[in-house]
């Protein structure tokens, strides 16, 4: 385990620890300890109890429901700006979904035990951790709304912008089988609305890596709801100094 030190320098990269009070932090940073996880690796099933909480400072984890018979939907997306294991801050310690890396991360994380004590007993880092759950439930209710009113196209750069947003990468791994899980939707779909997105220029897709072109362009091809979602983000979590969003914007 590395050095509350060491560890120290992952916090700032992830926007909730940010916001936390000084004080609230330092009652954090002993229980911490650093992760990292692989491509499509499993944060936690479904209706299996949450072990650990995790801080991404990197990467992007999906929270999938189940939509069918072998099938899910993405109904929230965690990266730099959030934690994963939601449902511990509200006295519950499983969901029926499954959590998943949608890109490779890291950032530190601390067991689930220590998370509900701090939790209970910090009014701070419980009101900031409340403040994301906002932001997350958001995000959720918008994502629902997309699916049945914006065309593929637009949902396809909606998610692209996402995943260009926390994954903290130029480019990242996406097949079209997974992309079409994300959505809900068939793979021949998919690979329609990405194919016009390439064509426009807006993205380069060659061998199940995914690289974004023209983020001013791809942000007027999406549909309302992804700035919705960054604007009640960043309204409850300002970016902290000029440079957090134009980092992760140009990638690393």
């Known amino acids: 385990m590395d ?14 620890l940010l916001a936390m009070p000084q004080d609230a932090l330092e009652l954090m940073l002993p229980r ?27 990467g992007a984890i999906s929270i999938l429901a189940v939509a069918g018979t072998d099938e899910s939907v993405e ?7 959030g934690f994963a294991g939601l449902p511990l801050l509200f006295g519950v310690d499983r969901e029926p ?22 939790t209970n007993s910090n009014a701070a880092i419980r009101s900031v951790l409340l403040r994301y759950a906002q932001s997350y439930r958001i995000q959720a209710g918008q994502a629902s709304a997309c699916n049945r009113s914006h065309s593929l196209e637009e949902r396809c750069a909606r998610w692209l912008l996402q995943m260009h947003d926390r994954a903290h990468l130029k480019d990242f791994i996406l097949t ?3 992309l079409a ?31 974004v072109l ?19 983000a960043d309204t409850l979590f300002p970016p902290q100094g000029e440079s957090e969003r134009e980092e992760v914007l140009a990638g690393q």
């Open 214 to 232: 023209d983020r001013e362009r791809l942000e007027a091809a999406a549909c309302d709801c992804y700035g919705i979602v960054r604007e009640t």
């Open 176 to 178: 079209h089988d997974f």
């Open 75 to 81: 109904v929230g997306t965690i990266g730099f700006d």
């Open 32 to 58: 911490f300890e650093p992760f990292t996880l692989e491509l499509r690796e499993m944060v936690y099933a479904p209706m299996t109890p949450i072990s650990e909480v995790y801080f991404p400072t990197d």
């Open 3 to 16: 050095t509350p030190t060491n560890i120290d320098r992952a916090v700032p990269q992830n926007r909730l």
């Open 181 to 211: 899980a994300m959505l809900g939707v068939r793979r021949a779909g998919v690979t329609v609305a990405a194919g016009n997105l390439q064509q426009a220029g807006l993205i380069r897709y060659k061998r199940g890596l995914v690289s």
């Open 97 to 118: 979904f499954t959590a998943i890396t949608q890109a490779p991360a890291k950032g530190v994380k601390m067991r689930a035990a220590d998370f509900v004590e701090l």
